[in-house]
C-alpha cells in the first residue's frame, strides 16, 4: 500500500471517530436566562441570576441565612434519551474561584460520591481560578437505571461548603457554606461520552 493510501485511510479513521463521538446534544439550559429556565420547569432556593464570564448569564448558590454547611439548590427538567447511557455536563468559567462542593441529583439520589468514588462530585473549588481567561466544563454519567426508557428527567445541582478530607469529625470534615459559589453557566445532556460544545 502506498503512503498516500495510508495517510488517507487514517484521517478516514480519524475523523470518523470525530464525527461519530460528536454527536449532538439532547438539551441545553443557560442559567440567567429567563426564557431557558422557563421552558426547563426551573426553580431555585437562594440563587442569584449573574452577569459573567464575556458578558454571559450564570446563576451563583448562596449560603442559606443562617450558614449551614448546605447552601443553594437548582432544579430544573431535561430532555435525555431513554435507551441509551446519558450524561451531564456544566459550564463553568476558569476565571472564578470558590472552595463550595457541588453534587449532582437525579430524581432526588445523589449522583457521584463526596470522596473517594469511580463517580466524582459536580464540583469542589480550592479557592483559586483553574482556568481564567477561558470557559472548562465537566462531565458526569447518569446512572442508566434512572433514565431507562424516560425522555425527561428531574435535575438538581446542590452547593455544600468547603470539605477536608482528613477531618475526623463531621464538623470538621463538612465545613459551612459562607460565601457564594461560583457561576454555573449552562447545562447539557448528551450521550457521546466526548462533550462537544454547540455551535454559536
Same mark, same amino acid.
Given at each position: 500500500? @502506498?503512503?498516500?493510501?495510508?495517510?488517507?485511510?487514517?484521517?478516514?479513521?480519524?475523523?470518523?471517530?470525530?464525527?461519530?463521538?460528536?454527536?449532538?446534544?439532547?438539551? #441545553?439550559? +443557560?442559567?440567567? #436566562?429567563? +426564557?431557558?429556565?422557563?421552558?426547563?420547569?426551573?426553580?431555585?432556593?437562594?440563587?442569584? =441570576?449573574?452577569?459573567?464570564?464575556?458578558?454571559?448569564?450564570? &446563576?451563583?448558590?448562596? !449560603? @442559606?441565612?443562617?450558614?449551614?454547611?448546605?447552601?443553594? /439548590?437548582? =432544579?430544573? &427538567?431535561?430532555?435525555?434519551? !431513554?435507551? %441509551?447511557? #446519558?450524561?451531564? /455536563?456544566?459550564?463553568?468559567?476558569?476565571?472564578?474561584?470558590?472552595?463550595?462542593?457541588? *453534587?449532582?441529583?437525579?430524581?432526588?439520589?445523589?449522583?457521584?460520591?463526596?470522596?473517594?468514588?469511580?463517580?466524582?462530585?459536580?464540583?469542589?473549588?480550592?479557592? %483559586?481560578? $483553574? *482556568? $481564567?481567561?477561558?470557559?472548562?466544563?465537566? /462531565?458526569? !454519567?447518569? !446512572?442508566?437505571? *434512572?433514565?431507562?426508557?424516560?425522555?425527561?428527567?428531574?435535575?438538581?445541582?446542590?452547593?455544600?461548603?468547603?470539605?477536608?478530607?482528613?477531618?475526623?469529625?463531621?464538623?470538621?470534615? +463538612?465545613?459551612? *457554606?459562607?460565601?457564594?459559589?461560583?457561576?454555573?453557566? #449552562?447545562?447539557? /445532556?448528551?450521550?457521546?461520552?466526548?462533550?462537544?460544545?454547540?455551535?454559536?
Amino acid at each position: 500500500m @502506498k503512503f498516500t493510501q495510508i495517510a488517507f485511510s487514517t484521517l478516514f479513521l480519524i475523523s470518523s471517530f470525530f464525527l461519530n463521538a460528536a454527536t449532538p446534544n439532547i438539551d #441545553n439550559i +443557560q442559567f440567567g #436566562n429567563t +426564557q431557558s429556565e422557563q421552558k426547563h420547569s426551573f426553580q431555585s432556593d437562594h440563587s442569584e =441570576a449573574k452577569t459573567g464570564g464575556l458578558n454571559e448569564p450564570n &446563576r451563583i448558590l448562596l !449560603p @442559606k441565612d443562617s450558614a449551614t454547611f448546605e447552601g443553594g /439548590t437548582l =432544579a430544573f &427538567r431535561m430532555k435525555i434519551d !431513554p435507551q %441509551k447511557q #446519558n450524561y451531564f /455536563t456544566v459550564r463553568f468559567w476558569g476565571g472564578d474561584a470558590d472552595k463550595c462542593m457541588m *453534587l449532582l441529583f437525579c430524581e432526588g439520589k445523589q449522583v457521584g460520591y463526596r470522596h473517594l468514588g469511580d463517580i466524582d462530585f459536580l464540583w469542589e473549588g480550592n479557592g %483559586k481560578a $483553574p *482556568l $481564567p481567561g477561558r470557559y472548562f466544563y465537566n /462531565t458526569l !454519567p447518569i !446512572p442508566f437505571s *434512572l433514565t431507562k426508557g424516560k425522555n425527561e428527567i428531574n435535575l438538581q445541582i446542590r452547593a455544600y461548603g468547603e470539605v477536608w478530607g482528613y477531618g475526623d469529625t463531621f464538623e470538621k470534615y +463538612q465545613h459551612k *457554606l459562607e460565601k457564594p459559589t461560583r457561576g454555573i453557566f #449552562n447545562a447539557y /445532556t448528551h450521550t457521546a461520552t466526548c462533550f462537544v460544545p454547540d455551535k454559536k
